[in-house]
């Protein structure tokens, strides 16, 4: 089985990314061959800055390989090491009917939010199928506000199989049974557009900073207060075990314990969770070229899986 999971370089990451997509993609980094992506092109549909661009690309590269990507189970790659997806994002775009991207969520998101509506950006379902299909990928794990275009990229290879040939592998996706659900600091769902997240790398001072920030309601210390409708237990819930978490909700209920220490709790035990991979980043942010050397090697290494694809999509459909 072959598994596919492509990562914007879209800045610092937080906890939503970590418990997310991060550790989905090493735990499943053993259920069978794993091709990890950074989706540089993608992000190119909101015009980053060049140097934003290849900061970014650099620095998610350190988060993944400290977070667990196994170097010797995953091909982990730059997207743009591999120009053919272009070349099979164009083919896909003529047997792509307009109205099929028209409808998708995502482009009428982001133009609510105020996005200029560029093509990159309509057409990103094509070329997202185009990552997907150019490596014959199974299973592609997907959150649910990604569901709708794998379901268009199944479309379009269906819509191309049958007018070329069974060439192309219909994916399947993969969301799991139970994802964390994990708050930002005022309560909503964390992510950088609402500008409420709890990076997971970075300095001990400003990451405490956001935690200590974390919405509660205004009770007092001698008050009991209720865990079962509290951010800082449910992010607490993301690092402790059954036992201590019982212990922290017991200590809301009989009341002398404030909110601050909670938090206090919850970043000594967020703090110690990521201890070793922030060790780990450190050590590979002062050696760039090894990281640099493991996706150029391994972007050869897809774009040789790419071309056996693509030397039978060329001839179904008339190139050379």
Not at 186 to 207: A, H, L, R, V, W
Not at 283 to 294: C, K, Q, R, S, T
Request: charged content about 30%; glycine content about 6%.
């Amino acid at each position: 089985m072959r598994i596919l999971t492509g990562i914007q370089p879209s800045g610092i990451p937080h906890l939503g990314n970590y418990f997310g997509a991060m550790r989905q993609v090493c735990e499943l980094q053993s259920r069978g061959e794993s091709f990890l992506f950074i989706a540089d092109y993608h992000s190119l549909t909101t015009n980053p800055k060049a140097e934003d661009l290849r900061a970014r690309v650099v620095n998610l590269a350190l988060d993944f390989i400290a977070c667990g990507v196994d170097l010797e189970k995953t091909f982990f790659f730059r997207q743009s090491d591999v120009p053919e997806v272009c070349e099979l994002a164009w083919i896909l775009n003529t047997v792509t009917p307009v109205g099929l991207l028209e409808r998708a969520h995502s482009y009428k998101d982001k133009i609510a939010k105020g996005f200029a509506p560029n093509n990159g950006l309509f057409s990103y379902p094509v070329l997202m199928a185009a990552d997907i299909l150019l490596y014959r990928a199974n299973l592609v794990p997907v959150g649910k506000d990604q569901k709708q275009h794998l379901e268009i990229t199944r479309d379009i290879a269906i819509k191309f199989n049958n007018e070329y040939g069974e060439i192309l592998t219909i994916p399947e996706g993969y969301i799991p049974d139970q994802v964390a659900i994990v708050p930002g600091v005022d309560g909503q769902k964390m992510s950088k557009s609402y500008n409420n997240t709890i990076p997971i790398f970075g300095k001990e001072k400003e990451i405490k900073k956001q935690v200590m920030s974390i919405v509660t309601d205004c009770k007092g210390l001698e008050e009991p207060k209720d865990p079962e409708n509290c951010n800082v237990v449910a992010l607490f819930k993301l690092f402790a075990n059954e036992a201590e978490v019982e212990e922290m909700k017991a200590k809301y209920r009989a009341g002398n314990y404030g909110y601050g220490h909670a938090k206090k709790e919850l970043f000594d035990k967020m703090w110690s969770f990521f201890e070793p991979m922030r060790k780990k980043r450190e050590e590979l942010a002062a050696n760039l070229d090894y990281v640099d050397e493991i996706l150029r090697k391994n972007g050869i290494r897809a774009r040789e899986e790419a071309e056996k694809l693509m030397s039978q999509v060329r001839r179904a459909v008339g190139l050379r």
